[in-house]
Every structure is written in C-alpha cells, then in structure tokens.
T-cell receptor, first 114, second 111 residues
Framework: AQSVSQHNHHVILSEAASLELGCNYS??????LFWYVQYPGQHLQLLLK??????LVKGIKGFEAEFIKSKFSFNLRKPSVQWSDTAEYFC????FGYGQNFVFGPGTRLSVLP | EAQVTQNPRYLITVTGKKLTVTCSQN?????MSWYRQDPGLGLRQIYYSMNVEVTDKGDVPEGYKVSRKEKRNFPLILESPSPNQTSLYFC??????????FGEGSRLTVL
C-alpha cells in the first residue's frame, strides 16, 4: 500500500528564514505528487504539482519542490517565508496502478513569527 | 466560478441521529471523493466515486455511506453517527488536470 510521511509535525520560523519541508512516499512506480496548503480555517488549496519532466517544479507564492526519484522524496522549499505563510502543509501522492486514490501525509504545521 | 460546495459547514448532532452532508461541484468532474481530517492523521479517504453510479471504499469507510446518482452531487450519509465520527470532512473532485479541488469543509460534532 502507498504511504506518505512528512518529516516535521510543527516547524517554527522567523520571517525571511528559508523553509524546507520533507515528504517521502513508499510507492516504487510512477507517481503524481502534490503539495497542498491549508490556511487557518480554510480548505486545502493546491500549491504545486509534479507529473513528469523537470523534477524542480515551481508553484504559487514563491514555493518550489524537488522530486528526487531515487530518494522517493518531494521536498517543499521557499527561500524566504512570510508571516502569511503560516498554515498547514500536506504532501499527497497519486500512484499509477492505484486508480484515483490520493494518499495524504499527516501534515506539517508551519508557524512564521513576525 | 469553479467550486465544490458542501453543506452544512457546521453541525452538532447526537449519537444515532441520521445525517447527510451534501457535496456539489460545477466543474463536470467525473471523480469525487470524501475525506475526513483529524489532528495528526492528515486526510483519510472515506469513499470515492469514479462516475455516476460507481462508488468505492477508501481507507476508512466504516459507518459511512455514499451515493452518486448525478454527476455533480456526492452526498455523504451517516446512518447512525457515533462520537468517533466527530471530525472535519472535506469533499473533493478531480477532472482532467488531475489535481483535487476541495470544498470548504464541514465540521461535524457528534455528542
């Protein structure tokens, strides 16, 4: 079965610090990878996605993620966080052969201090 | 505006009282799904539907039912709610772009 792990439960940063959130998945075949963000009290919104091609993908609000197939990882990065980035971040995997089933990681809560 | 609409957004009910959470999407998506979100567990899939009259269990289907009689609607039914079904529920749909679009969420409390 597929599984997704996220390295950190809660990350606390000051504004302008750099961010890297780890995500690893367990499936060995072809995957579609996603990062979603959930701002306080809101629904999940897509930050970025990887289907194929360039393993470095850029998303909204200055976020990017790198797919490293050999490490089964899809880490999210941002060079300089803002207070408005305070949110919960979810990594998700949709694996070929598993139909339409998305598997989400447990989430990482990011708190950015002004 | 493309959206997934859930109702009710907030509900407090008592054990055993049947309830339905509605979900509707206006993007003509074939795929729809229900998730529950609990602290520390992320999102877990309850049921999903590939198309009208086609539904299947996700990871945590116990205590829930769904139906897909029309393409746009995918209601979640709790026949006899219990306190362990207190959670935040999200409906989502997916089309050709292969990403999930989420509704605003429905916070359910079962006393």
């Amino acid at each position: 079965a597929q599984s997704v792990s996220q390295h950190n439960h809660h990350v606390i940063l000051s504004e302008a610090a750099s961010l890297e959130l780890g995500c690893n998945y367990s499936y060995g075949g072809t995957v579609n990878l996603f990062w979603y963000v959930q701002y306080p009290g809101q629904h999940l919104q897509l930050l970025l996605k990887y289907f194929s091609g360039d393993p470095l993908v850029k998303g909204i609000k200055g976020f990017e993620a790198e797919f490293i197939k050999s490490k089964f990882s899809f880490n999210l990065r941002k060079p300089s966080v803002q207070w408005s980035d305070t949110a919960e971040y979810f990594c998700a995997v949709n694996a070929f052969g598993y139909g339409q089933n998305f598997v989400f990681g447990p989430g990482t809560r990011l708190s950015v201090l002004p | 505006e493309a959206q997934v609409t859930q109702n009710p957004r907030y509900l407090i009910t008592v054990t055993g009282k049947k309830l339905t959470v509605t979900c509707s999407q206006n993007m003509n998506h074939e795929y729809m799904s229900w998730y529950r979100q609990d602290p520390g567990l992320g999102l877990r899939q309850i049921y999903y539907s590939m198309n009208v009259e086609v539904t299947d269990k996700g990871d945590v289907p116990e205590g829930y039912k769904v139906s897909r009689k029309e393409k746009r609607n995918f209601p979640l039914i709790l026949e006899s709610p219990s306190p362990n079904q207190t959670s935040l529920y999200f409906c989502a749909s997916r089309g050709g772009r292969r990403e999930l679009f989420f509704g605003e969420g429905s916070r359910l409390t079962v006393l």
